[in-house]
């Protein structure tokens, strides 16, 4: 006769699907408590550096001061989530509508909201240039200003989604007044911040924003 194979207790067998589903619960916890998130417009995600800690960061200052903000969110219970873009580059778009509008929806009170802009650094004359030429140039500073002037992420993003949904158009004055209208952006005080110093504190802002796109790579 074959032998009988002693069979698992009923309640084991009723509650190992409970048990599964509460390892991955941990799991995923302990993932997203330890590991802030980064994206930029080519819609790949990756940890970012800056969170890693201190002893990983580049020399430059700026990579230093993004990464003491990013440990200072955290001790704050926030999770770092960065978008990095470009004004007039159509993933942007995308980025904005598809990815960050969505998670801010659900976690907004959660997360420590960074939107950081891609470039390159011109060390000749302490300029940047962008990829899709000057304009883009404008469009990542008044969208910098915006943030500057209206530090929530609510009043900025808006503001910063209305303009990339006419992409192309950027920095036309119509759509810029359009948009800060809709978003209840002062559009002289925008204006003002991009003119500041003759232009100069507008590019100061991008500039750091560049450095800190690539300080978290």
């Known amino acids: 006769m074959e032998e009988k194979r002693p069979s698992r207790p009923r309640s084991l067998r ?13 799991l995923l916890y302990a993932f997203y408590t330890f ?18 800690g201190a002893a990983a960061a580049p020399k430059d200052t700026k990579a230093t ?6 440990a200072a969110t955290a001790a704050q219970g926030l999770v770092p989530l ?3 873009i470009m004004s007039k580059c159509p993933d942007a778009k995308d980025c904005l509508k598809d990815m960050i509008l969505p998670t801010m929806m659900r976690v907004n009170e959660k997360v420590n909201f960074t939107l950081s802009y891609i470039g390159t650094p011109t060390d000749s004359n302490d300029g940047v240039e962008c990829k899709h030429g000057p304009n883009e140039c404008m469009g990542n500073i008044l969208e910098l200003c915006a943030a ?5 992420p609510k009043s900025y993003l808006g503001f910063t989604m209305c303009l990339t ?3 192309k158009l950027i920095p036309q004055r119509e759509l810029v007044e359009d948009c800060a209208l809709e978003h209840a952006i002062d559009f002289e005080k925008l204006n003002d911040c991009a003119a500041k ?5 507008g590019i100061s802002l991008l500039r750091d924003s560049v450095k800190r796109s690539a300080a978290v790579r």
């Open 14 to 26: 009723r509650n190992r699907p409970l048990l599964t589903f509460a390892v991955v619960a941990i």
């Open 35 to 52: 590991h802030p998130f980064t994206t930029y417009a080519g819609h790949q995600w990756a940890p970012s550096k800056a969170a890693q």
């Open 65 to 70: 001061t993004a990464t003491t903000a990013t």
């Open 82 to 84: 960065e978008a990095h």
């Open 148 to 152: 500057h002037l209206y530090p929530d």
């Open 165 to 167: 949904r006419d992409y």
């Open 197 to 201: 110093d003759d232009g100069a504190f």
